[in-house]
């Protein structure tokens, strides 16, 4: 079916799919400033905490001052959006899909659970809550008869894209993954030193505009570990033991790099996933980086395969058993119409957990005290470290996404895990409840 092709014919009809977006943030203003260009889909509403934030999204998006809705009432009966302070009316609606774009695992997750009860399709931009739920959100939805997606767009739906390409064409997948900055001492950054990491003017860092938090999940480490969390539950893959090494990689490097170790490479295990940083140990960018691509690295299943991999321009390894494909950008969310229409015309997710084999599990990023509390992704006290599920759940180890607002109840030394042993948390919490329900669905080795 041509996606576009059929969009157009439900404008035709004047039965356009009908979204409901909830977080009004950057993925959501980058979904509003594009949604008009392609045809069939119908922004019911938009609900943020934030009013004025939602309704400064739909400025930014060049929002037609004809389209804007004074209740839920009016955007179903004339076709214009609305703006709300609460997610509920919006899951509420006779909606077809709601867009999950909070950022927040626990807040995500209590919405992808309405979402999936009221029978809507839910795309869950807020990889936070997959990473720590989404195999049982996935199932959830399974159970219901509706689709359960990540995010075209986003890095994560972008990468399953290439495996699926890879195991559809016949390849034996070898790798997954992502590009990232990264170097060995950003696990440490914290909100107060995380600009010194990235390259904006001290002008916009003072600002008020960047959230340092997200920016110092983004660099160390986490943010990272999340997505491939998200990749590697969403293909049946099992992360290294260790986590992500993020082995600096320009694309041509690839399939020399992110190949077995008994081939010269990194992996330690094959198939999996890793991400490669764009700079070298000294900080200077690679060339040809991976900044804001995705990719997999394949290997040839036979000799006549790696003839042609000799023969072809492909930048296969120097055995010509490996081969990368790789996407050098994502859009974010300018492409998240695609997740939209294949959820609702062709019931199919782009990507979506089938079982649980990775998780992001809770380290200190320095000697923590009984008594502390715990700020989450991109706080002072933990980052975020990629992990097998097996091994997560034989330490007992708390995720990260539930390492918000949580005290310590014994100390925890730089470098070390944090274990539900250590917290005092309410374990009758839905977020607590639905992340049981997951570990239960842990793929063993």
């Avoid at 959830?140 to 195991?167: C, K």
């Avoid at 782009?350 to 715990?374: E, H, I, N, Q, W």
Wanted: proline share 5%.
């Amino acid at each position: 079916m041509n996606l576009h092709e059929a969009l157009r014919r439900r404008a035709d009809e004047g039965s356009p799919i009908r979204v409901g977006v909830i977080g009004a943030g950057r993925f959501g203003t980058m979904f509003l400033a594009h949604v008009h260009t392609t045809p069939g889909i119908h922004v019911v509403g938009i609900a943020d905490l934030n009013v004025a934030r939602a309704r400064e999204a739909l400025r930014l998006a060049e929002w037609p001052e004809s389209e804007c809705a004074t209740s839920l009432a009016e955007a179903l009966s004339s076709g214009g959006t609305a703006v709300l302070d609460d997610a509920t009316a919006l899951i509420e609606a006779p909606v077809d899909v709601i867009i999950e774009a909070t950022g927040n695992p626990v807040v995500g997750i209590d919405h992808a659970l309405r979402t999936i009860d009221e029978g809507h399709h839910i795309v869950m931009v807020t990889v936070e809550a997959d990473a720590l739920a989404g195999p049982a959100l996935a199932a959830r939805a399974r159970s219901a008869g509706v689709v359960y997606s990540l995010a075209y767009g986003d890095q994560p739906a972008m990468t399953w894209e290439l495996i699926d390409w890879a195991r559809t064409s016949g390849f034996e997948l070898v790798c997954a993954g992502k590009g990232t900055k990264y170097l060995p001492h950003y696990h440490a950054l914290n909100p107060d030193t995380v600009w010194d990491a990235w390259e904006f003017s001290p002008e916009l860092t003072g600002s008020g505009q960047l959230n340092a938090n997200m920016h110092t999940s983004f660099r160390d480490g986490t943010k990272a570990a999340i997505e491939m969390a998200a990749v590697a539950n969403s293909a049946g893959l099992v992360p290294a033991d260790g986590g992500l090494k993020f082995p600096p990689a320009s694309s041509s490097e690839l399939s020399t790099i992110c190949r077995p170790v008994q081939d010269g490479g990194t992996l330690e295990r094959s198939p999996t996933v890793e991400v490669v940083s764009s700079v070298d140990l000294n900080g200077n960018w690679l060339p040809d980086h991976l900044q804001e691509g995705v990719f997999v690295v394949v290997k040839a299943p036979n000799a006549y395969v790696r003839e042609c991999m000799a023969e072809y321009a492909w930048q296969a390894d120097d055995t010509h058993q490996y081969v990368a494909m790789y996407r050098p950008m994502h859009f974010i969310g300018l492409e998240l119409n695609i997740t939209i229409a294949s959820a609702v015309l062709r019931r199919e997710a782009t990507g979506t957990p089938v079982g649980f084999t990775a998780d992001v599990v809770a380290m200190a990023k320095k000697s923590l005290r009984a008594g502390d509390l715990l700020d989450g992704e991109g706080g002072y006290a933990a980052w975020g470290r990629l992990m097998p599920a097996e091994l997560s759940l034989n330490v007992r180890a708390l995720p990260v996404g539930l390492a918000h607002g949580v005290p310590l109840v014994r100390d925890v030394s730089e470098g070390e895990v944090v274990t539900w042993d250590d917290v005092d948390i309410d374990e009758a919490a839905q977020a607590v409840a639905i992340r049981k329900e997951t570990e239960a669905l842990c793929v063993t080795a």
